[in-house]
């Protein structure tokens, strides 16, 4: 892909961290910035990187703070959702954006909701993959006993040390199996896995990403109208949350609507990129 050949790293220097950022397009180009979930790392959008940026956006796409060779700070504090907000605000503020637009997945996306709700002027569109809206999560978990099902993995993550010491075990086997598992066949090649694992051993990795699950007690999700515009990709076949949970953000926003791809699963932007990509493009679009 001729626009990965332009991609260029960079560590930026955000809220008291350093975050490792990946870039690509022209610095006068409207920025978006994609976020990525649990357990990945700046190259799970690699797929989206050339079509976007040849649509005319630049891109940039920060390993978030605990994950890949940005900082990972040791305290549970350090990853309260405003905090992990704060990072993309002055992410976005450092690339003098003071209005891009935000693609996030899984927990990349639950960041992407805080912020749009809470920064309401700096937010242009915001496209969310798979992930729900934070206000949303416990009360519909409540309410749908398979959701509370799918979810009781959360409450393993709480336990001290020892998820920490099952995902890091056997060359972090089950974080690839949490991958593999759980998308279609054949979705992650060999040379993919390679590097998650080689984000997973950077030093305070494994501990950092759980750190996320640790903080959700500290979250205080904004319950705000969101005023950007907002699309929201649905890969129906997500062995961890439920389709319902799409539908379940649309009260706290303006102006959305809902695009589900039936044979997806979680890894959406993995599987159906093509997709995908034509969904995000025809919604970042400033003609839209």
């Not at 008291?16 to 190259?43: C, R």
């Not at 934070?134 to 519909?140: E, G, I, N």
């Not at 959701?147 to 959360?154: A, E, G, P, T």
């Not at 030093?203 to 907002?230: C, E, N, S, T």
Request: net charge neutral; hydrophobic share 50%; with cysteine.
């Amino acid at each position: 892909m001729s626009s990965l050949a332009t991609l260029t790293h960079r560590t930026i220097h955000v809220n008291g961290i350093a975050l490792h950022v990946a870039l690509a397009g022209s610095e006068d180009a409207p920025l978006v910035i994609l976020l990525h979930g649990f357990p990945e790392y700046w190259g799970a959008w690699r797929k989206q990187i050339g079509p976007l940026v040849d649509a005319g956006f630049r891109v940039a796409i920060p390993d978030q703070r605990g994950y890949g060779n940005s900082d990972k700070p040791g305290s549970i504090s350090a990853y309260a959702l405003d905090t992990l907000a704060d990072d993309i605000r002055d992410l976005a503020e450092h690339l003098r954006a003071p209005r891009f637009s935000l693609v996030g997945h899984d927990w990349g996306g639950m960041v992407a909701w805080h912020l749009a709700a809470r920064d309401k002027t700096a937010v242009d569109r915001l496209a969310i993959l798979n992930a729900p809206h934070p206000a949303s999560m416990f009360l519909y978990t409540l309410s749908h006993p398979l959701q509370m099902l799918r979810s009781s993995y959360i409450a393993f993550f709480q336990v001290p040390f020892v998820p920490d010491a099952v995902l890091a075990a056997r060359n972090f086997a089950l974080l690839e199996k949490a991958l593999t598992r759980s998308a279609r066949p054949h979705t992650f090649k060999d040379a993919e896995l390679r590097a998650y694992r080689e984000a997973w051993a950077q030093p305070g990795a494994v501990a950092a990403m759980l750190r996320w699950y640790r903080a959700l007690p500290l979250a205080r999700p904004h319950q705000g109208l969101i005023d950007a515009k907002v699309r929201i990709i649905w890969g129906e076949a997500d062995a961890a949350l439920e389709p319902g949970l799409a539908a379940a953000a649309l009260p706290f926003c303006r102006d959305a609507d809902i695009v589900r791809l039936e044979k997806a699963t979680h890894w959406l932007h993995h599987e159906e990129p093509g997709r995908v990509n034509a969904a995000l493009i025809e919604f970042l679009s400033p003609a839209s």
